[in-house]
Nanobody, 120 residues
């Protein structure tokens, strides 16, 4: 069984920084890509940033230049460094992994989410 656990969410002021962490654990054979998504109430979940097992990154236009995704392949952990935060960054942030489990093959896995609030 595979689990993704996020941490690091919370309340912060506009312009501030925050780092989210996500650790994948369980019966993992290999991970192709890890990513962060976010979702506001009543809206669709949207991609914030993704990173392949190599170094290919992809960012939403709204966070380019402010957020940075990084990963430790050995620890199956991904981080999202959020700088120059804005009130519109307030959302529930979800960790995602595209991976091969030792039992069950390739699949897409999600964490339970962590709430990030940006407000003065």
């Amino acid at each position: 069984q595979v689990q993704l656990v996020e941490s690091g969410g919370g309340l912060g002021q506009p312009g501030g920084s925050l780092r989210l962490s996500c650790a994948a654990s369980g019966s993992i054979f290999s991970i192709y890509a890890m990513a962060w998504y976010r979702q506001a109430p009543g809206k669709q979940r949207e991609l914030v940033a993704s990173l392949t097992s190599g170094t290919r990154t992809n960012y939403a236009d709204s966070v380019k230049g402010r957020f940075t995704i990084s990963r430790d392949n050995a620890k199956n952990t991904v981080w999202l460094q959020m700088n120059s935060r804005k009130p519109e960054d307030t959302d529930v942030y979800y960790c995602n992994a595209d991976l091969i489990a030792t039992m069950g093959g390739r699949g897409n896995y999600w964490g339970k989410g962590t709430l990030v609030t940006v407000s003065s």
